[in-house]
């Protein structure tokens, strides 16, 4: 992709292979130890960008003169606000080809689901009041569920949803046509699917520099923390919030901040 590869990257892939060796050596594949690896010498990385707005991150693109990757960037670090959201609902409520891509996409926008999330989503998770969000990430080797109380408008598109729905476990199913006669079962979404779809149905809309399903995952907890929200609630609703991404999104809090200042200096 033309880039540098990140000292994060070079991190994981060394983890990798400790790991593979370790597996190696225990099953007798490999006679030697693994070569000290510890003091790689690393480049440093850059801190990321904070969470931003359409307008913020529009302005440095006119003013910046900026390449197609630096630009890129900076709309990965986008977060839509909840005028903006409901704008982006709107859109997809009037242009969805695919009948779950609404209550997808309200789903990632008002709990913060990740795609995964969406993807692994059953019918049963959804009870009255709560959505149950499936989750592989928070704790290792082990499978673990939140709880994130609905919106009424989540309520409501998926109870909408749910006299369209093709059948099977899964909430956001999809049915293989074959010719005009001939269909399979319901079924899962795969990660292509999803991905596709979130780019087609936003590509003539000035939606399109949203990256993928992240940016609602972004904007979610931007917005809660906008409203300055407890922070217990928001990593509860999120499942999953490291102090890097708390540092992303805290300047958000410019009232807080002002107000912590005063509160010494006047």
Same mark, same amino acid.
């Given at each position: 992709?033309?880039?540098?590869?990140?000292?994060?990257?070079?991190?994981? =892939?060394?983890v990798t292979l400790r790991r593979v060796w370790r597996w190696g050596r225990k099953r007798g594949k490999l006679s030697?130890?693994?070569?000290?690896? $510890? /003091? +790689?010498?690393? &480049?440093?990385?850059? =801190? #990321? &960008?904070?969470?931003?707005?359409?307008?913020e991150i @529009? =302005?440095?693109?006119?003013?910046g003169n900026l390449k197609k990757d630096e630009q890129r960037e900076l709309w990965d670090c986008l977060y839509l606000k909840t005028t903006e959201i409901e704008d982006l609902l709107q859109h997809v409520r009037e242009r969805a080809r695919h009948t779950y891509l609404y209550p997808m996409f309200v789903a990632a926008a008002h709990t913060g689901a990740r795609r995964s999330e969406?993807? $692994?989503?059953?019918? @049963?998770? +959804? $009870?009255?009041?709560?959505?149950?969000? #499936?989750?592989?990430? #928070?704790?290792?080797?082990q499978v673990s569920t939140r709880r994130v109380p609905m919106s009424r408008l989540l309520k409501d598109s998926l !109870? /909408?949803?749910?006299? =369209? !729905? &093709? %059948?099977?476990?899964?909430t956001f199913a999809i049915v293989d046509s074959f010719g005009a006669r001939r269909q399979t079962a319901a079924r899962s979404l795969t990660r292509n699917e999803a991905h596709n779809h979130f780019q087609q149905i936003l590509v003539d809309s000035r939606w399109k520099v949203l990256s993928g399903w992240h940016c609602l995952r972004h904007s979610f907890l931007s917005n809660l923390a906008s409203h300055a929200v407890d922070?217990?609630?928001i990593d509860e609703?999120? %499942?999953?919030?490291?102090? /890097?991404m708390?540092? #992303?999104?805290? !300047?958000?809090?410019? /009232? +807080?901040?002002? @107000?912590?200042?005063?509160? +010494?200096?006047?």
């Amino acid at each position: 992709r033309n880039q540098k590869v990140s000292a994060g990257t070079i991190k994981k =892939e060394l983890v990798t292979l400790r790991r593979v060796w370790r597996w190696g050596r225990k099953r007798g594949k490999l006679s030697s130890e693994l070569p000290e690896i $510890r /003091d +790689v010498q690393l &480049p440093k990385s850059e =801190e #990321r &960008p904070p969470f931003q707005t359409y307008d913020e991150i @529009a =302005e440095q693109i006119e003013q910046g003169n900026l390449k197609k990757d630096e630009q890129r960037e900076l709309w990965d670090c986008l977060y839509l606000k909840t005028t903006e959201i409901e704008d982006l609902l709107q859109h997809v409520r009037e242009r969805a080809r695919h009948t779950y891509l609404y209550p997808m996409f309200v789903a990632a926008a008002h709990t913060g689901a990740r795609r995964s999330e969406l993807m $692994r989503s059953q019918l @049963a998770d +959804v $009870r009255d009041d709560m959505l149950i969000i #499936r989750e592989k990430k #928070r704790r290792r080797g082990q499978v673990s569920t939140r709880r994130v109380p609905m919106s009424r408008l989540l309520k409501d598109s998926l !109870h /909408d949803w749910r006299s =369209e !729905h &093709p %059948g099977g476990p899964h909430t956001f199913a999809i049915v293989d046509s074959f010719g005009a006669r001939r269909q399979t079962a319901a079924r899962s979404l795969t990660r292509n699917e999803a991905h596709n779809h979130f780019q087609q149905i936003l590509v003539d809309s000035r939606w399109k520099v949203l990256s993928g399903w992240h940016c609602l995952r972004h904007s979610f907890l931007s917005n809660l923390a906008s409203h300055a929200v407890d922070q217990r609630l928001i990593d509860e609703f999120v %499942g999953h919030t490291t102090e /890097d991404m708390r540092r #992303r999104y805290r !300047h958000l809090f410019p /009232d +807080v901040k002002q @107000a912590a200042i005063s509160s +010494v200096f006047g």
